[in-house]
C-alpha cells in the first residue's frame, strides 16, 4: 500500500514530533542526572529522581511508542515498503 504525498507528509510530520519529544525527554533527563550527581541535597536527589520517574511513566513512553509506531508505518507505507521484504503482509 502507498500513500499519498499528503499523507505521507503527515504521518513523517507525526514520526518528527514524537521524535522530537524523546529527544527532549533525554536532553531533560540528562540535565536531571547531572543535576542530581552533583548536588549534596538530598531533597534535590530525590526531586530530580520523583521527576524522571513520572516522566519515565508517561511522556518517555508515550513518545517511544507513537516514535515506533508511526516509523514502522513509514517503512510499511512509503516506498521502501519494508513488510514485503519482510514477509508481513
Keep these: 500500500m502507498q500513500l499519498s504525498i499528503t499523507g505521507k507528509r503527515w504521518l513523517l510530520t507525526i514520526h518528527l514530533i514524537f521524535s522530537a519529544i524523546m529527544l527532549g525527554n533525554m536532553v531533560t533527563f540528562l540535565i536531571l542526572s547531572i543535576t542530581a550527581a552533583s548536588t549534596g541535597s538530598e531533597q534535590l536527589v530525590s526531586s ?3 521527576i524522571m520517574h513520572v516522566l519515565s511513566k508517561t511522556s518517555v513512553r508515550a513518545s517511544t ?3 515506533f509506531v508511526s516509523g514502522i508505518l513509514l517503512s510499511m507505507w512509503t ?3 519494508c513488510s ?3 514477509g508481513l503482509l
Aim: net charge neutral; proline share 0%; hydrophobic share 25%.
Design 48 to 50: 530530580c529522581y520523583q
Design 65 to 67: 511508542i507513537g516514535t
Design 79 to 81: 516506498k521502501w515498503d
Design 84 to 86: 514485503n521484504s519482510i
